[in-house]
């Protein structure tokens, strides 16, 4: 496995992958391996399939786990050991497209008082801002924030794309008087050391700590300011075109999902009963 795992890297160095794809891509193959003590050169079709049925029935994977390993196993066999992938035999599990969790206006505002400290404070605003991933807060300098324009510049976001986002008065002020106190020096929030970035795990404990505290009994977490950030922008009134370019989404199909959770009170519809009944 060290040989086909050491390939398999540098291809997807080459290729250009995220060191977090890379990192599952390893960790799939490796658990497909564990399961049959055999090189993946030894295996073919049906073993992939029996593979793939075993982390749906037995490990009881999710979709997109299950999704995942099957990318890294057509990426193993069609890239590495150059061997052909039978997408009618070897198809992919259908996701169920679940809508996201949204918190409102005020259970946000709920959250934002509940977090005690600043830095935790401007964190999060930051994030609701401007609808940002929690890596994207995360690996945000100083420099990216834009305070002539009211932006803040996200560096390499999903995809390695640049984007601008939007920079609220109220997050600069925050921002400021955090940097007074704080001092960062290259990233905007810093780990323990100063000098590295902030790390996810220690955004998402900030969030469900004042999620707690603020008495919010939604299963939110802290990607949830960027979902409630997007329908927030459209119950506004802002074009989902707009929203779409903020949130650095590349197709638009994937920005539309927001439209099942707008206020539907916000719209002025009526449901046909209540018309049916002139009420």
Known sequence: MSELRNKMIM??????????????YIYHVSGFVRFYKKSPSLLGES???????????????????????????????????????????????KERRRLPIVLSPEEVKKIFDATEYLKHKAILMTIYSGGLRVSEVCNLKITDIDSKNMQIFIREGKGKKDRYTLLSKTNLEVLREYWKEYKPKEFLFSGRYRTDAIKPRSVQRVFEKARKKAGVSKHATVHTLRHSFATHLLDSGTDICYIQRLLGHTRISTTTIYLHLRRMDLLSIKSPLDTLLGE
């Open 11 to 24: 291809e997807m160095e080459l290729r250009g992958y995220s060191p977090k794809t890379i990192k599952n």
């Open 47 to 93: 073993e992939i399939r029996q593979y793939l049925h075993y982390c749906i029935t037995e490990k009881k994977l999710n979709e997109g786990t299950v999704n995942a390993g099957y990318s890294a196993l057509k990426f193993l066999y069609t890239k590495i050991l150059n061997k052909p992938w039978n997408v009618e035999k070897l198809t992919r599990v």
